[in-house]
């Protein structure tokens, strides 16, 4: 596609429940990470991909969460048993080979997680 | 540990003045330097990627800079507008690894 797509844009869960967040990449792009940005807070890095596989996953909080990416596009991050401090903005990004490579970082618009 | 560094952390400037804003990193072994605005509640859009072997990027408005030696960036937004209102942030990829680390942001205020 043209840019990064993210759904839902919005998710409110109840505490407890689980969630998946969906990242669709740019065409083509091999790279693909997961950040999240606390209210007021800076980005945190959680996973990078390079295809299928995560060479990267030191930024996962807990167990809780997981990410997979299938086909070498579309990603899916999983947080089970969700907390309160889960709530967030999550933002999906891909590079054409990877920012070590010298390629630059395209942002999705960030899904919005609230879990009361 | 690659640190990034940004200032002013705000600054507000009556329309159409030029500004600066300021990032600095500490490891100048980089591959890039990226330049983003982020408006509140949203994600990030890419303005300028600086390549390591470059001085400079111009896109419009505006002028990005690069001194790897000294470890400094620079983005100059030319006759601002209201809409340039965001907050600015850089990033630079950690050395050995894919992970961008960013800058602490400048929320850059334009006043009609």
């Known amino acids: 596609g043209a840019g990064v797509s993210q759904s839902p844009s919005n998710k409110v869960t109840e505490k407890g429940k689980d969630v998946e967040l969906r990242c669709d990449p740019i065409s083509g792009h091999t790279a693909l990470y997961w950040y999240r940005q606390s209210l007021g807070q800076g980005l945190e890095f959680l996973i990078y991909?390079?295809?299928?596989?995560?060479p990267d996953k030191s930024g996962l909080p807990s167990d809780r969460f997981s990410a997979e990416r299938t086909g070498g596009s579309v990603s899916t991050l999983t947080i089970q048993r969700t907390q309160q401090e889960d709530s967030a903005v999550y933002l999906c990004?891909?590079?054409?080979w990877g920012s070590g490579l010298g390629y630059g970082y395209t942002f999705g618009s960030g899904t919005r997680l609230t879990v009361v | 540990k690659q640190e990034v560094t940004q200032i002013p952390a705000a600054l507000s400037v009556p329309e159409g003045e030029n500004l600066v804003l300021n990032c600095s990193f500490t490891?100048?072994?980089?591959?890039?330097l990226q330049w983003f605005r982020q408006d509140p509640g949203k994600g990030l859009t890419s303005l300028l990627l600086i390549q390591s072997s470059q001085r400079e990027q111009t896109s419009g408005r505006l002028n990005a800079s690069l001194d790897k030696s000294s470890g400094r960036s620079t983005l100059y937004i030319a006759a601002s507008q209201p809409g340039d209102s965001a907050t600015y942030l850089c990033a630079v990829p950690a050395t050995g690894n894919e992970k961008l680390t960013f800058g602490t942001g400048t929320r850059l205020t334009i006043i009609p």
């Open positions: 990004a891909s590079s054409l």
């Open positions: 991909f390079q295809g299928n596989s995560a």
């Open positions: 490891d100048s072994a980089i591959y890039n």
